[in-house]
Antibody, heavy 119, light 113 residues
């Protein structure tokens, strides 16, 4: 049974960098067939895809965030990570890590972690 | 970006009745080379992550009750919940996975009348 778990600070100051890690159990992120993804959801609002990383290290990001976002892999720990720079209050959201089939639907989600941007 | 528009924003349905949610994409998500529509549906209950219900517009994910069904092609899609149960109260989202960036509809809240 694949499980994903987000971890990282729940509070980030404006202009700083938001950093989150997703630990995957029950599957290897080094295996092909999946895109390891980040999606966010501002409080009371809808879902926004942030980007994904493939096991090869290839990435794709949402153009709306591309200048500020990076996703990386740590295969030795079976983890992948999100960095979002220069955050503002509008980056306050629940951040989900997720596994997407290579066709693009998202079949496994972490529980999500709320990150608030505030001084 | 492909804009996904759901309707209605919310609906109230009596227990045992059918709920119907519509999703319209601003461009076709049908790929003629494999005859597939790159459209998925998710259910999200309060405080929980979304759950995949349907992919390829009409293929039910393993473990999803058969009262959930998806239909449509091209730019217009429908999620139907037959015989609504109390546990179906949730927000439902469509997602296109044909073009990057992947995009979601704004969500439709389903409640019990």
């Amino acid at each position: 049974q694949v499980q994903l778990q987000e971890s990282g600070p729940g509070l980030v100051k404006p202009s700083q960098t938001l950093s989150l890690t997703c630990t995957v159990s029950g599957d290897s992120i080094s295996r092909g067939d999946y895109y390891w993804s980040w999606i966010r959801q501002p409080p009371g609002m809808g879902l926004e895809w942030i980007g994904y990383i493939y096991y090869t290290g290839n990435t794709n990001y949402n153009p709306s965030l591309k200048s500020r976002v990076s996703i990386s892999l740590d295969t030795s720990k079976n983890q992948f990570s999100l960095n979002l720079t220069s955050v503002t209050a509008s980056d306050t959201a629940v951040y989900f890590c997720a596994r997407a089939e290579d066709w693009g639907w998202i079949d496994r989600w972490g529980q999500g972690t709320l990150v608030s941007v505030s001084s | 970006d492909i804009v996904m528009t759901q309707s209605p924003d919310s609906l109230a349905v009596s227990l045992g009745e059918r709920a119907t949610i519509h999703c319209k994409s601003s461009q076709t998500v049908f790929y003629s080379s494999n005859n597939m529509n790159y459209l998925a549906w998710y259910q999200q209950k309060p405080g929980q992550p979304p759950r995949l219900l349907i992919y390829w517009a009409s293929t039910r994910e393993s473990g999803v009750p058969d009262r959930f069904s998806g239909s449509g092609s091209g730019t217009d899609f429908t999620l139907s919940i037959n015989s609504l149960q109390a546990e179906d109260v949730a927000v439902y989202y469509c997602q296109q996975h044909y073009y990057l960036p992947w995009t979601f509809g704004q969500g439709t809240k389903v409640e019990i009348k």
